[in-house]
């Protein structure tokens, strides 16, 4: 039985609760405390830190390469894929006016893509006219081949370059945020699973471990990939990325955030050493899980792709591994939206998280 003390603090009743505390959950949070003051707001966790893709991923402050634009506009049309694009460059934009480029490592350097075809440039200039509205800048993507020697690159045919995008500390961003729902009073249970939960008339009631529960007006999914348990109707495909990094590495020429065959493949320099993710595209199947290994295959892989592309004939060393876990559907609109009369919903980022929950938490601020 837990005391008094507990149940008056910890477990009381709240306006809002937000299961996740990754960048969505955190996010959101913060937009409705900003929007609602008066709101007592308490965010879930499972886990002693965020884990899923947030603090796993590879640190990319992008809104999307040339070809990614191209063949979600084939698949999305232009209307959904400029909507997409708008959210992740204004979402991008509010992290630089939430904090300090040196608080989060935040280095505009640039986003680049390897391009082995032709084919897209065809379309380069009507790409660049369409997103004009949203960057302010004439040409988003251009191409840029005295650098694919300067990087050192190797079976690259074609560099695109685009000013817009950059690179960040994803822990470091993590830790501000946290420090803005602290300074907010929105209240945390780290380390707690929700085991159930039962939605009645007048409130909602989340069951955690322990025979424990706690209550509130209304309650928000942000989980992400792991969402599927609760929402067992969206479709939500889980898709875990595989990440290397290296040592060190001397004279290291490589600078800025890379893409290459539609974003399946993304790279960066981390100081003077290369974080690579990446190649689920070479076994789908194996990749749609909630599990954080990491697999010989694809391992071996990604080693092979930089001994080829990044790193030719250069000696490298891999200093780690991990992996992280998105969410992706049939189209890379993100599910935002009103579950029930007391349940909301912002999951399934496909990938791109660090730049869509800033304005997806405002969405959710609005609908609630």
């Known amino acids: 039985m837990n005391s008094i003390w507990e149940l008056e603090t910890f477990y009381k009743k709240r306006e809002v609760i937000t299961i ?26 499972r886990n002693a830190v965020p884990m899923g893709a947030s603090t796993r991923n590879a640190g990319f402050a992008c ?47 640039g986003g680049f893509e390897i391009l082995n075809h032709d084919e897209p440039l065809q379309k380069l200039d009507e790409v660049n ?42 822990g470091k961003l993590l830790q501000k945020l ?12 780290f380390g707690t699973e929700v085991e159930n939960i039962t939605e009645h008339s007048d409130e909602i009631e989340v069951h955690l471990s322990k025979n424990l529960s706690v209550k509130a007006h209304q309650l928000i999914h942000c989980t992400n990939a792991f969402a599927s348990r609760f929402l067992d109707k969206e479709e939500i495909i889980p898709a875990r990325g595989q990440i ?8 290291l020429k490589l600078k800025g955030t890379f893409h290459y065959d539609e974003g399946f493949y993304y790279f960066r320099n981390l100081g003077n050493r290369i974080l690579l993710g990446g ?30 592309v990044i790193l030719p004939d250069q000696h490298f060393e891999i200093a780690h591994r991990w992996s992280g876990i998105m969410a992706m559907g049939t189209e890379k609109t993100p599910i935002v939206k009103q579950l029930s009369e007391r349940q909301f919903c912002a999951v399934r980022l496909s990938g791109m998280g660090v730049a869509l929950a800033p304005k997806i938490g405002e969405i959710v601020a609005e609908m609630i």
């Open 20 to 45: 996740g505390a990754g960048f969505t959950g955190l996010w959101t949070a913060i937009s409705i405390k900003e929007k609602y003051p008066e709101k007592s707001v308490l965010i879930i966790e």
């Open 63 to 109: 809104f999307g390469s040339l070809t990614e634009v191209i063949v979600d506009s084939e698949k999305m049309g232009w209307k959904k894929t400029l909507d997409l694009v708008k959210m992740r460059f204004d979402g991008l934009q509010k992290i630089q006016h939430y904090f300090k480029n040196s608080e989060i490592d935040f280095d505009l350097n």
């Open 129 to 170: 006219q369409k997103l004009k509205s949203i960057t302010n800048v004439e040409e988003t993507y251009f191409l840029s081949q005295h650098k694919i020697q300067e990087f050192g690159l190797g079976k690259s045919q074609y560099l695109i370059e685009n000013p817009c995008e950059g690179s960040l500390h994803s």
């Open 178 to 189: 946290l420090e803005k729902c602290h300074e907010l009073k929105i209240e945390f249970l």
């Open 244 to 251: 290397i990094l290296t040592e060190p590495i001397e004279h």
């Open 279 to 308: 190649g689920r595209n070479q076994d789908f199947k194996t990749e749609e899980t909630t599990s954080f290994e990491t697999t010989e295959f694809l391992q071996s892989h990604l080693e092979n792709f930089l001994k080829e």
